[in-house]
């Protein structure tokens, strides 16, 4: 027999388990039904983030001990810095505000956007710890809307908490705006700093999966940020190299924006810089959590 008449091998490669059951089944007489419409693929994106963003946001209003300690924090620190640090009021650069209270107000605003910011992160581990995200990878769900609604609800949230800062320093310790439209807008700039910033905290979250680096790490950033900055001092009555280290802080850019919309001073550049670095750190933190998120199981 010629080796052009023998059986040809079975590749196992080819095996197509789904056509031989398809060919087993019409062969004893079984027709399949027939597909009438369309096949549901899920629903939209904007659809998805909305259903999560709203699941985050009733988790997070549901225990009022947890909301009431979490809108009293900012309160009781901007009581204590404003107390305790009074004297610089006198000081060249804050005399202007009439107040040290008028200078560090819009600095405890942009410190409320970034530990809102850093809880992103800490929000995301949570639920992929408790399963939820692995149940959303069996269903017709975009990945993308996991760490969208993630921030989104994480913004609303942030909205909440400064909306109450402001209203119990105006009330309570004497803040003094000269008017409420300018304290909307630092308000706004505020939550779109805290969304830009959480997104490099979600895709630091999506780099390592342990909470106890995760905390480390965000407190490692948070802190030298905001002690570098122009937050509690002016920056020319800073040493000479922070003033260097204070210029190039982005977090600077953002709390003199926030100083100027919220007292009726001169914006500058720094709202343009602060505007620029928020969309960079979004794209960047952004693109780096989606592609860490898909490649995790």
Not at 281 to 290: C, F, P, R, T
Request: net charge positive; proline share 6%; glycine share 6%.
């Amino acid at each position: 027999m010629s080796r052009h008449a023998l059986p040809a091998r079975h590749d196992p490669r080819s095996y197509d388990p789904e056509a031989t059951v398809t060919l087993y089944l019409r062969h004893n007489g079984y027709q399949p039904p027939q597909r009438q419409g369309p096949q549901w693929t899920g629903t939209r994106l904007s659809t998805q983030v909305a259903v999560l963003a709203g699941r985050s946001l009733r988790a997070a209003f549901s225990d009022y001990r947890l909301v009431f300690f979490g809108l009293l924090q900012p309160i009781v620190l901007l009581l204590l810095f404003s107390q305790v640090f009074s004297a610089l009021g006198t000081l060249p650069g804050v005399a202007e505000y009439q107040s040290y209270l008028n200078f560090l107000m819009p600095a405890t605003m942009v410190n409320i956007a970034l530990a809102t910011a850093m809880s992103s992160g800490v929000g995301l581990l949570a639920e992929v710890y408790t399963g939820f995200v692995g149940r959303l990878r069996a269903m017709p769900v975009n990945l993308l809307a996991v760490l969208m609604a993630r921030t989104v609800s994480d913004a609303v949230r942030l909205a909440v908490q400064l909306a109450v800062a402001v209203l119990a320093a105006v009330y309570l310790l004497d803040f003094q705006p000269p008017n409420a439209m300018g304290t909307i807008a630092a308000m706004l700039l505020c939550v779109v700093f805290g969304w830009g910033l959480s997104w490099i905290f979600v895709a630091l979250a999506t780099w390592q999966h342990k909470p106890e680096i995760m905390h480390a790490a965000s407190f490692v950033v948070m802190f030298p940020l905001m002690f570098s900055s122009s937050a509690y001092m002016p920056v020319n009555s800073m040493p000479g190299w922070l003033q260097a280290v204070s210029k190039a802080n982005p977090v600077t850019y953002a709390i003199d924006a926030t100083r100027a919309l919220a007292l009726g001073k001169p914006v500058g550049s720094a709202l343009a810089m602060a505007v620029l670095l928020i969309a960079g750190a979004a794209l960047l933190g952004g693109a780096i959590s989606a592609r860490n998120f898909r490649r995790t199981r």
